[in-house]
């Protein structure tokens, strides 16, 4: 699969795809022998479904980073419980270096919310490096009564019973940014859980359900195509792809700031000499002009050399569990 696939034609494709045949002819090396890593396919995990952003940004890397490492990289969507049920398996997997974790903030966001997570993101995982930080739209419905970001919020207070928001379950960024709406708001919505704003989005273009937040790694083409209703980005400066939609400060919800920053795991006891490899695989596809500019186009951009770093990830990822753990505790959500 080229890695010039829109998103909607990778919706398309099965769950499951081999993204890159490059052969090993390096004469493999033993089971876990990070020497000859890798000699088998290595497997990245999405905990959201195909299609969505989190899977869209997985297929970008994984053919660069597999011809980088001279191997074979399956993309396989592991769906449920707002991406924890990918991260759990992960977790559990054999640390080898053939199962890498693809997640996204929900990673930081988790331990608050779930009591029984069943894994630990700083103890469970290695830290392979941070991949991109997407910005967030607030999207509606093509037909939903709203001219404006402040007109959406009048008209979600004045019928709460009746609007519906979408997201990818409790601890996807969806809810998240649901979650920090609905506090700015005063508001308490009905919630409308997928397995991934792939679906989702489907949904709200179809017209089942009202609105939702999501990375414009996928709803740029459905804005752009006039498919979905944009009223505001959740991050400081307005994004380049969507110019005319205005940032949440500027549409008076200074308090909805949330951009869903990306990183690669796998298993804690991986061989430092394999995640070191998985590391400059990732740096040298985040160099890829063609992956600069695919992201360019959905509004992001690939974090720098430096961020790509098992180091740089872990320290994030620390600092994101202590700032999103607060804001959690603060709005009194819990998952179970
Ligand atoms: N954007 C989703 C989220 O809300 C996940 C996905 O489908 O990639 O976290």
């Known amino acids: ?162 609007v519906t928001l979408a997201n990818a379950g409790i601890g996807a960024a969806s809810h998240l940014c649901g979650l920090l709406f609905q506090s700015a708001a005063g508001v308490k919505l009905q919630e409308v859980p997928y397995q991934g704003t792939g679906p989702a989005l489907t949904d709200l273009v179809g017209g089942q359900v009202d609105f939702m937040c999501d990375q414009t790694t996928n709803t740029t083409g459905q804005i752009s195509a006039g498919k979905v209703k944009a009223y505001a980005v959740t991050t400081p400066e307005r994004v380049k792809s969507l110019p005319d939609v205005p940032t949440t400060t500027e549409a008076g919800m200074p308090q909805l700031q949330v951009s869903v920053w990306h990183g690669l795991y796998v298993p804690a006891g991986t061989p430092p000499e394999v995640v070191t490899k998985l590391s400059g695989a990732l740096k040298t596809a985040l160099a890829d002009q063609a992956v600069v ?25 620390e600092e994101q569990i202590t700032t999103w753990g607060k804001v959690i505790a603060d709005a009194g959500v819990k998952a179970s």
């Open 1 to 162: 699969m080229s890695t010039s696939s829109t998103p909607r034609m990778i919706a398309a494709l099965a769950a499951v795809s081999l993204i890159a045949a490059c052969a090993n002819d390096g004469g493999g090396g033993e089971d876990g022998d990070a020497a000859g890593y890798p000699d088998q396919n290595i497997t990245f995990i999405v905990p959201f479904s195909a299609g969505g952003p989190t899977d869209t940004v997985t297929r970008m890397i994984a053919e660069p980073m597999a011809k980088a490492l001279g191997g074979k990289i399956v993309v396989q969507n592991v769906e449920g419980a707002g991406g924890t049920v990918a991260a759990g398996q992960v977790a559990r997997a054999k640390p080898d270096g053939y199962t890498v974790l693809m997640h996204h903030i929900g990673m930081s966001t988790a331990p608050a919310l779930y009591k029984d997570l069943g894994f630990k993101p700083l103890d469970d995982f290695a830290t392979v490096g941070l991949v991109t930080e997407v910005p967030m739209t607030v999207v509606a419905r093509k037909d939903f009564p709203a001219a404006t970001f402040s007109d959406l919020t009048t008209y979600v207070k004045a019928n709460a019973g009746k």
């Open 293 to 317: 500019d695919q992201m360019a186009k959905l509004g992001t951009a690939p974090v720098t050399a430096a961020d790509a770093t098992p180091e740089a990830h872990k320290a994030h990822l």
